[in-house]
């Protein structure tokens, strides 16, 4: 998968720049300047706009008591649909209007999700990362208790060893509220 990356990363430039000179020939250098331009401030007001109807689609849901993932999710895409369409090249453009219509991107943004899921990266966390178990929930979707959790209770001590005890303390569990702190624990002073 690193190989792929790799070869898109370096392979991605020399077609913007190929596609750019062929637009040059084809339309002259002053109107392909003009078009990259032009689809940059194109960019820019598409993602304020829709940006604006995806926040308003967040605020509905969340007004609604719904999940604002969907929203919040087609609010990303948008932002990438306009970085896409503001870098310099014709390539980037195609893909950033591509991802300005609505079902497209919602549907990309899906497969890319369950994708994600199915892959091992959870939303909260991954299951089975590079390095072994990671955070997350368990396949299974029921929590265990860890080993590695201690349980513990606590008592508040008297403070200032006259016998009385302080107004926030609370009676320790499982005692009348009378008994005294065991002189023998390794956390009490003195």
Do not use: Y
């Not at 719904?66 to 195609?94: R, Y």
């Not at 591509?98 to 899921?117: C, H, K, N």
């Not at 178990?133 to 368990?138: A, D």
């Amino acid at each position: 998968m690193f190989i792929l990356w790799f070869l898109l990363f370096l392979c991605w430039p020399v077609a913007e720049i190929t596609v750019f000179v062929q637009m040059g020939h084809a339309i002259g250098w002053p109107g392909t300047i003009l078009l990259t331009l032009a689809t940059s401030v194109a960019g820019t007001l598409l993602m304020r706009i829709q940006g604006f109807t995806a926040m308003n689609r967040f605020l509905a849901a969340a007004e609604k008591g719904e999940s604002p993932v969907g929203p919040v999710l087609d609010g990303m895409g948008i932002f990438v649909a306009g970085l896409f369409l503001m870098l310099p090249g014709f390539l980037s453009d195609i893909i950033g209007l591509l991802l300005f219509i609505p079902p497209l991107r919602r549907w990309l943004i899906a497969r890319l999700f369950r994708q994600m899921v199915r892959g091992g990266v959870h939303p909260m966390g991954t299951r089975d990362g590079p390095f072994g178990k990671q955070p997350g929930p368990p396949r299974d979707g029921r929590f265990r208790k860890a080993d590695n959790v201690v349980d513990a209770e606590f008592e508040t001590l008297d403070p200032d060893g006259k016998g009385r005890k302080p107004a926030a303390a609370l009676p320790p569990s499982g005692g009348d509220g009378d008994s005294k702190p065991d002189p023998s624990s390794p956390w009490r002073k003195g």
